[in-house]
């Protein structure tokens, strides 16, 4: 079987392949791409960021709570306290007084640590709205980019349309040579190898360079099939006499 008409279906399939490869692989589009994966993950961050400042804001309005309730029994306690400072020395329970000088103490150091711990949190939120307004400015800047730089990705496309269309043009042309069965084949094979199809020259596959039986040649010149390297599973044909 004459399969020179699919070898010519390949060079012109492996160049619009190339071709189409080139225009997705421009500065300018991989600089979109680059542009789109981070304002993707910039929202997914932003997201987390919200999120985690939300539970920080309630934590702070907890413990804020908590701070109100500590100072209003270290009151109560220091109200006590100037209860018996006015006691005659005969009323006076030293060992209730201590206690409560602890309970005071216990209560004022409560009521330290809670503040401590809303500073910390007010300075972690400051911290990660700053980090969100940044965030927020990068995003903005990096949506600007995109909108600039993809209409001027349109223009490149634009300006190889022409080679496109011609090359599909002469691959449809290219293709009404092929029988369907082939074809098939030919697109079968293509789901694993880069190059369906190679030729068999001195017995040797050109496509894995595989040595391949002597009468291999033979089923390639008389089959009205495919036959296909037993290695690589490439089509073979014989081209310019060999």
């Known amino acids: ?49 919200e999120n985690t400042a939300v539970v920080k804001q309630n934590s702070i309005l907890e413990l804020e709570a908590q701070n109100t309730a500590l100072a209003a029994d270290l009151e109560d306690l220091n109200q006590d306290l100037g209860y018996y400072s006015e006691c005659d020395d005969e009323e006076l329970d030293i060992k209730e007084i201590e206690q409560m000088v602890k309970n005071c103490e216990k209560t004022y150091d409560a009521i330290a640590q809670v503040k401590k711990q809303v500073t910390r949190l007010k300075q972690e939120v400051e911290a990660s709205d700053r980090a969100t307004r940044e965030l927020i400015a990068k995003m903005r800047a990096a949506k600007e980019e995109f909108d ?78 495919p036959v296909t390297c037993e290695n690589c599973g490439r089509i073979l044909i014989l081209r310019d006499g060999k």
């Open 148 to 225: 600039m730089l993809r209409v001027e990705h349109e223009k490149e496309l634009a300006g190889g349309e022409d080679e496109e269309k011609e090359l599909k043009k002469k691959l449809a042309a290219a293709q009404k040579a092929v029988p369907a069965g082939v074809l098939a084949e030919y697109t079968r094979i293509k789901g694993f190898r880069a190059n369906p199809v190679a030729v068999l020259s001195g017995n040797r596959c050109g496509g894995c360079n595989m040595q391949l039986p002597a009468n291999v040649a033979t089923k390639v010149a008389a089959s009205d099939k």
């Open 1 to 49: 079987m004459d399969m020179n008409a699919l070898w010519e279906y390949q060079r012109i399939d492996l160049e619009l392949e190339k071709y189409q490869k080139e225009v997705k692989n421009t500065p300018t589009r991989r600089r979109l791409v680059q542009l789109q994966r981070f304002v993707r993950d910039s929202q997914s961050r932003l997201s987390e960021m």
